[in-house]
């Protein structure tokens, strides 16, 4: 699907009163209420950014040690999972004993930004997936949300980073669900009706987010050089964009992007260890990119370079409103068509200091008229006031986005709100989106973020050569009932049997479904990003109206016959005379990473046969320089090196890749024979266990090797459907020793191919009738997790902090905590009082911070001491980790006497 830029809607300049939030939370809670008996002030933040994995927060340190070094600013870091299903290009360690490696590299690796506090929420890592509703189920929604809203209330940040919403192709599905969980807590968190337990039981209070910030929304390009700064906002951007350059000097002379790449080599286990050096030229230093989501806070219009995300919010304005003030902009409706007036409600919210009576200005366009005369009165601390407009939409006005500024000037200070808001036509067609996108767009409207909605522009995948029905939604936006045409135009190389469909009274505010049977007349055509996007015009005319125009997309993917064949093929990794009668199919398409330098660098065709119900597929790679071997103990992840991937969707339909089968064959490892294994699909895991049935082999040779492999259909998580099996064939080219990919290719070649079983390619399996559908099992979702409270770094964390390990409810009074610790004789005995049954996992810590002991241990209220044995030294500090039977936890330290 393609990116469109954000979407056409709405609001920018904040919702003082996030949608349900009550009237005082917009702006920041009196100190005393947040403080009772909670964390310590020393856990306040300025900036918290929210990830899914560690190293998400990567790309935006250089950023963030600016901030504090320049400005004071602290921030800190919400990782949700610990990366447990990631690579690791360092050791065989994989689930929770690989989550431990990562916090550390991440830890390491923010320190060098001075972000000292990172706090992991302690949810599983599944598996590479583009899909948010997947990381929803293996989540959940209410816990990882009061966990993330407790984080917020108990660091207060004014300013919260995160990654992408919206499911553009390649966008891993946990990176879109954190922003998703960000954003719900920024409204959630300032509403004292929103997990009460905190306030009430905690001691924590409602806080108001003034800003929220994405890092990659919006993005369309890597910009790079000092001019990066100047640039505005796209077309279509939720809101403001800023842009921070790199190339500034840093503490000990080097510019931040260096410091930046130094922390990034500190994540081993992503195969970060060798990234190159940071260029000199300035204009090689690269900016970081944010898009306000989200906002509270007044704004300084045009405001650019490094401190302009955090003006407003976090910084003051020169001759601004305080800090702490709330502005917001709301519409009536979220669309609006020419010659119509609607309501427009400005929201203000006093912080820590009163705001003196003042005036509201809305400033429209040529032709817009408004009504009311905008003045409010005086607002003590705390307090909330709304001032209230009717707008009138000019009748010839245009169709678009249309920005609309508020401008508010009390006591001499001023501030600046945004209202972004879309006139559309009144009746517009759109082509349906896809089931990801549409949960997307549920999810902006239940959220009050209609800006968001259109962040992609609708596509739809047909088969070169073939054909399907494409689902087209007419939407009446005027107020009265509509009648007309829509119309189709196909691109060239596609017909449409019937290009009109007729609407007839359609009421306002409904929508009516129609399909349109498209055909692609070019089997030929080129696929994925090699051409196979072709935008096409979709048009509605309303009786006596204006005609309304949107492009959506077919994305063209490839398309193959699959011959049966008498006898079956050996599976010796040769391709014998008459065992694969079909043409050779081409998967030299680059999806992601380096081009080839040349088909000797990297290239690969491949065919198919079946047998009987065992589908045969036979890949030959050209690949002059082989990547490292894995040890066979070592056989997954197969990105980190040379290796062939066969991804079916048995039906063609798959939402994600939980209903797939997706098989990986290394073409040797250490001990010379190749191994085969499932990533990422319905049941991950050794291919011995996973895909019974499944038969492999591998030849080398120089400047390449052949894979071929036997997969019988019974082997597939349900049954097949022969008529629009989806696949994909995909190859990953190292050329080096640190377990590192450089280039993927494969048949059909779209970014992040392979969690979007949509755009795979689509076969027909000759000969073989269909049967009675079976659905595919329930997937097996790999849900260990390390917990917070079995990490010494998280405990220390919370020791130092006063909070909870794992964003997890407080024990409190209820806790197992140490009281005394002492070494005699190579051991350490650990004291606990104990007020409640649960578990503890206590750790014996040398000078330098290292681990040296550790246990777990179930406890019963009372005294009970742990004995450590500590063979190699005496132990200096010992932590330790508790957790209730219901999920409450604490932590606790006692120094070795």
Same mark, same amino acid.
């Given at each position: 699907?393609? @990116?469109?830029?954000?979407?056409?809607?709405?609001?920018?300049?904040?919702?003082?009163?996030?949608?349900?939030?009550?009237?005082?939370?917009?702006?920041?809670?009196?100190?005393?209420?947040?403080? @009772?008996?909670?964390?310590?002030?020393?856990?306040?933040?300025?900036?918290?950014?929210?990830?899914?994995?560690?190293?998400?927060?990567?790309?935006?340190?250089?950023?963030?040690?600016?901030?504090?070094?320049?400005? %004071?600013?602290?921030?800190?870091?919400?990782?949700?999972?610990?990366?447990?299903?990631?690579?690791?290009?360092?050791?065989?360690?994989?689930?929770?004993?690989?989550?431990?490696?990562?916090?550390?590299?991440?830890?390491?690796?923010?320190?060098?930004? %001075?972000?000292?506090?990172?706090?992991?929420?302690?949810?599983?890592?599944?598996?590479?997936?583009?899909?948010?509703?997947?990381?929803?189920?293996?989540?959940?929604?209410?816990?990882?949300?009061?966990?993330?809203?407790?984080?917020?209330?108990?660091?207060?940040?004014?300013?919260?980073?995160?990654?992408?919403?919206?499911?553009?192709?390649?966008?891993?599905?946990?990176?879109?669900?954190?922003?998703?969980?960000?954003?719900?807590?920024?409204?959630?968190?300032?509403?004292?009706?929103?997990?009460?337990?905190?306030?009430?039981?905690?001691?924590?209070?409602?806080?108001?987010?003034?800003?929220?910030?994405?890092?990659?929304?919006?993005?369309?390009?890597?910009?790079?050089?000092?001019?990066?700064?100047?640039?505005?906002?796209?077309?279509?951007?939720?809101?403001?964009?800023?842009?921070?350059?790199?190339?500034?000097?840093?503490?000990?002379?080097?510019?931040?992007?260096?410091?930046?790449?130094?922390?990034?080599?500190?994540?081993?286990?992503?195969?970060?260890?060798?990234?190159?050096?940071?260029?000199?030229?300035?204009?090689?230093?690269?900016?970081?990119?944010?898009?306000?989501?989200?906002?509270?806070?007044?704004?300084?219009?045009?405001?650019?370079?490094?401190?302009?995300?955090?003006?407003?919010?976090?910084?003051?304005?020169?001759?601004?409103?305080?800090?702490?003030?709330?502005?917001?902009?709301?519409?009536?409706?979220?669309?609006?068509?020419?010659?119509?007036?609607?309501?427009?409600?400005?929201?203000?919210?006093?912080?820590?200091?009163?705001?003196?009576?003042?005036?509201?200005?809305? $400033?429209?366009?040529?032709?817009?008229?408004?009504?009311?005369?905008?003045?409010?009165?005086?607002?003590?601390?705390?307090?909330?006031?709304?001032?209230?407009?009717?707008?009138?939409?000019?009748?010839?006005?245009?169709?678009?986005?249309?920005?609309?500024?508020?401008?508010?000037?009390?006591?001499?200070?001023?501030?600046?709100?945004?209202?972004?808001?879309?006139?559309?036509?009144?009746?517009?067609?759109?082509?349906?989106?896809?089931?990801?996108?549409?949960?997307?767009?549920?999810?902006?409207? $239940?959220?009050?973020?209609?800006?968001?909605?259109?962040?992609?522009?609708?596509?739809?995948?047909?088969?070169?050569?073939?054909?399907?029905?494409?689902?087209?939604?007419?939407?009446?936006?005027?107020?009265?009932?509509?009648?007309?045409?829509?119309?189709?135009?196909?691109?060239?190389?596609?017909?449409?049997?019937?290009?009109?469909?007729?609407?007839?009274?359609?009421?306002?505010?409904?929508?009516?479904?129609?399909?349109?049977?498209?055909?692609?007349?070019?089997?030929?055509?080129?696929?994925?990003?090699?051409?196979?996007?072709?935008?096409?015009?979709?048009?509605?005319?309303?009786?006596?109206? !204006?005609?309304?125009?949107?492009?959506?997309?077919?994305?063209?993917?490839?398309?193959?016959?699959?011959?049966?064949?008498?006898?079956?093929?050996?599976?010796?990794?040769?391709?014998?005379?008459?065992?694969?009668?079909?043409?050779?199919?081409?998967?030299?398409?680059?999806? $992601?990473?380096?081009?080839?330098?040349?088909?000797?660098?990297?290239?690969?065709?491949?065919?198919?046969?079946?047998?009987?119900?065992?589908?045969?597929?036979?890949?030959?790679?050209?690949?002059?320089?082989?990547?490292?071997?894995?040890?066979?103990?070592?056989?997954?992840?197969?990105?980190?090196?040379?290796?062939?991937?066969?991804?079916?969707?048995?039906?063609?339909?798959?939402?994600?890749?939980?209903?797939?089968?997706?098989?990986?064959?290394?073409?040797?490892? $250490?001990?010379?024979?190749?191994?085969?294994?499932?990533?990422?699909?319905?049941?991950?895991?050794?291919?011995?266990?996973?895909?019974?049935?499944?038969?492999?082999?591998?030849?080398?040779?120089?400047?390449?090797?052949?894979?071929?492999?036997?997969?019988?259909?019974?082997?597939?998580?349900?049954?097949?459907?022969?008529?629009?099996?989806?696949?994909?064939?995909?190859?990953?080219?190292?050329?080096?020793?640190?377990?590192?990919?450089?280039?993927?290719?494969?048949?059909?070649?779209?970014?992040?191919?392979?969690?979007?079983?949509?755009?795979?390619?689509?076969?027909?399996?000759?000969?073989?009738?269909?049967?009675?559908?079976?659905?595919?099992?329930?997937?097996?979702?790999?849900?260990?997790?390390?917990?917070?409270?079995?990490?010494?770094?998280?405990?220390?964390?919370?020791?130092?902090?006063?909070?909870?390990?794992?964003?997890?409810?407080?024990?409190?009074?209820?806790?197992?905590?140490?009281?005394?610790?002492?070494?005699?004789?190579?051991?350490?005995?650990?004291?606990?009082?104990?007020?409640? !049954?649960?578990?503890?996992?206590?750790?014996?810590?040398?000078?330098?911070?290292?681990?040296?002991?550790?246990?777990?241990?179930?406890?019963?209220?009372?005294?009970?001491?742990?004995?450590?044995?500590?063979?190699?030294?005496?132990?200096?500090?010992?932590?330790?980790?508790?957790?209730?039977?219901? %999920?409450?936890?604490?932590?606790?330290?006692?120094?070795?006497?």
């Amino acid at each position: 699907m393609r @990116a469109a830029g954000f979407g056409t809607v709405l609001l920018l300049a904040t919702t003082a009163v996030a949608a349900g939030g009550p009237a005082h939370a917009a702006g920041p809670a009196p100190a005393a209420a947040t403080r @009772a008996s909670g964390p310590a002030a020393e856990a306040d933040l300025g900036v918290l950014f929210v990830g899914a994995h560690p190293d998400d927060e990567a790309s935006l340190l250089s950023t963030f040690g600016l901030w504090g070094h320049e400005h %004071g600013v602290r921030s800190g870091v919400v990782t949700i999972t610990r990366g447990e299903g990631g690579g690791n290009a360092v050791g065989p360690e994989e689930g929770p004993a690989l989550g431990l490696l990562r916090e550390a590299e991440e830890r390491r690796a923010v320190a060098g930004a %001075g972000v000292t506090d990172v706090y992991n929420l302690d949810e599983p890592d599944l598996y590479y997936t583009v899909s948010a509703p997947l990381t929803a189920r293996a989540w959940g929604h209410d816990d990882v949300l009061g966990k993330l809203v407790r984080v917020v209330r108990q660091t207060r940040p004014g300013v919260v980073v995160t990654m992408d919403p919206a499911p553009a192709p390649g966008n891993h599905g946990n990176h879109q669900y954190a922003a998703r969980l960000a954003l719900e807590a920024y409204r959630l968190a300032a509403d004292p009706a929103a997990f009460p337990e905190q306030i009430d039981r905690e001691g924590l209070g409602p806080w108001s987010v003034r800003r929220v910030l994405s890092n990659a929304a919006g993005a369309d390009e890597e910009l790079r050089g000092p001019d990066c700064e100047s640039r505005t906002a796209q077309a279509g951007s939720p809101g403001p964009e800023y842009f921070v350059w790199g190339g500034r000097r840093a503490p000990g002379g080097i510019t931040w992007e260096q410091r930046e790449r130094l922390s990034e080599r500190e994540y081993a286990t992503q195969g970060w260890a060798s990234r190159p050096n940071v260029p000199e030229d300035p204009a090689e230093i690269g900016c970081d990119h944010l898009t306000e989501l989200a906002n509270r806070a007044p704004h300084v219009p045009g405001a650019r370079g490094p401190e302009a995300p955090l003006v407003g919010a976090l910084l003051p304005a020169p001759g601004g409103l305080p800090l702490g003030t709330a502005v917001s902009a709301t519409a009536e409706r979220p669309h609006v068509i020419a010659g119509e007036r609607f309501g427009v409600r400005v929201g203000l919210s006093a912080g820590e200091r009163a705001l003196p009576g003042g005036t509201v200005t809305l $400033e429209l366009p040529p032709g817009w008229q408004v009504e009311g005369d905008g003045s409010f009165a005086a607002l003590p601390p705390g307090a909330s006031a709304g001032v209230e407009f009717t707008v009138t939409v000019p009748v010839d006005q245009r169709a678009g986005r249309v920005a609309l500024p508020v401008r508010v000037l009390s006591g001499g200070e001023q501030g600046t709100a945004e209202l972004r808001l879309d006139v559309v036509p009144p009746v517009v067609a759109e082509q349906s989106p896809l089931p990801a996108v549409a949960d997307f767009q549920r999810w902006t409207v $239940e959220q009050g973020l209609p800006a968001l909605r259109d962040a992609l522009a609708p596509v739809w995948t047909i088969p070169a050569g073939g054909a399907r029905e494409v689902p087209v939604v007419i939407r009446n936006h005027a107020r009265s009932p509509q009648s007309g045409v829509v119309r189709v135009e196909p691109p060239e190389g596609f017909a449409v049997g019937d290009p009109e469909r007729w609407f007839d009274a359609l009421a306002p505010g409904a929508t009516e479904s129609v399909a349109f049977d498209v055909r692609s007349t070019d089997p030929h055509a080129p696929t994925g990003m090699r051409g196979g996007d072709h935008p096409y015009a979709l048009t509605a005319q309303p009786d006596g109206g !204006p005609a309304a125009r949107s492009e959506p997309a077919l994305e063209v993917v490839p398309a193959a016959a699959v011959p049966a064949t008498t006898a079956p093929p050996a599976v010796d990794g040769r391709a014998g005379a008459e065992e694969y009668p079909g043409p050779a199919l081409e998967l030299s398409a680059r999806w $992601e990473g380096d081009e080839c330098a040349s088909r000797d660098d990297c290239s690969a065709t491949a065919k198919l046969a079946r047998h009987g119900d065992v589908l045969h597929v036979l890949v030959d790679v050209v690949d002059d320089v082989r990547g490292r071997a894995l040890a066979a103990r070592d056989c997954k992840r197969h990105w980190r090196t040379d290796a062939v991937e066969i991804a079916i969707d048995p039906k063609g339909g798959s939402e994600n890749t939980s209903s797939t089968f997706k098989l990986a064959v290394l073409p040797r490892t $250490e001990a010379g024979p190749p191994c085969h294994f499932r990533d990422a699909d319905n049941h991950q895991g050794p291919g011995a266990e996973t895909a019974p049935g499944v038969r492999i082999a591998s030849v080398e040779r120089d400047g390449g090797y052949t894979v071929e492999a036997a997969i019988p259909l019974s082997a597939l998580p349900g049954s097949a459907d022969p008529a629009r099996m989806g696949l994909d064939l995909l190859v990953y080219d190292s050329d080096t020793d640190d377990l590192t990919g450089q280039t993927r290719i494969g048949w059909s070649a779209w970014g992040g191919v392979q969690g979007d079983p949509y755009r795979w390619g689509r076969v027909v399996l000759e000969g073989l009738p269909g049967g009675e559908p079976v659905p595919a099992p329930e997937p097996r979702l790999p849900l260990d997790a390390l917990a917070s409270v079995a990490s010494p770094g998280s405990l220390a964390q919370s020791v130092r902090l006063g909070t909870a390990p794992g964003g997890a409810r407080p024990a409190g009074d209820f806790a197992a905590r140490l009281v005394d610790a002492r070494t005699a004789h190579g051991e350490v005995h650990a004291k606990l009082t104990v007020n409640t !049954p649960g578990t503890v996992h206590v750790f014996v810590l040398d000078p330098a911070g290292v681990v040296v002991a550790d246990q777990v241990v179930p406890v019963e209220p009372g005294e009970r001491q742990v004995v450590l044995a500590v063979p190699h030294g005496s132990g200096s500090r010992v932590l330790a980790g508790f957790t209730t039977p219901d %999920g409450a936890t604490a932590a606790s330290a006692a120094d070795v006497r």
